[in-house]
């Protein structure tokens, strides 16, 4: 337990904080699997290069990524007023979400579970 007086405990707790512009989307409807395919080829990239990549792969989760990447360009303008052509992906990773159970009926009376996975997929920018 933290001791002195509550605004003390929320500055200190508000210097600790990340300050670095991101975009997280929560609840994806894109397993952890596919999304880090995706993400493994941006990170570490330049935001243009990276916007270039995701918009021409044919994969589903490239379009969730292209709007968060989008999103994550434009906290770094609007929140902290950096220059697009010096930002490049620092860190973007998926962590695993609920997953929705469904039920698919089989022969003979059976039930089959079908697992329809989710993820948590975060875009963090620096700039160079």
Do not use: W
Not at 92 to 99: E, M
């Amino acid at each position: 337990m933290a001791k002195g007086h509550r605004s003390q405990i929320k500055r200190e707790r508000n210097a600790q904080k990340d300050t670095r512009p991101s975009a997280k989307l929560s609840y994806a409807r894109v397993p952890v699997q596919k999304a880090c395919f995706v993400l493994d080829q941006i990170r570490g990239k330049d935001v243009n290069t990276a916007l270039a990549i995701v918009t021409y792969n044919p994969r589903y989760a490239s379009e969730v990524i292209a709007k968060l990447l989008k999103s994550a360009i434009a906290n770094a303008e609007n929140n902290n007023g950096m220059n697009r052509d010096n930002l490049y992906v620092e860190e973007c990773y998926a962590n695993r979400g609920p997953i929705m159970k469904r039920i698919r009926p089989r022969a003979q009376g059976r039930a089959y579970r079908i697992e329809k996975r989710m993820s948590h997929i975060t875009v963090v920018l620096n700039e160079r």
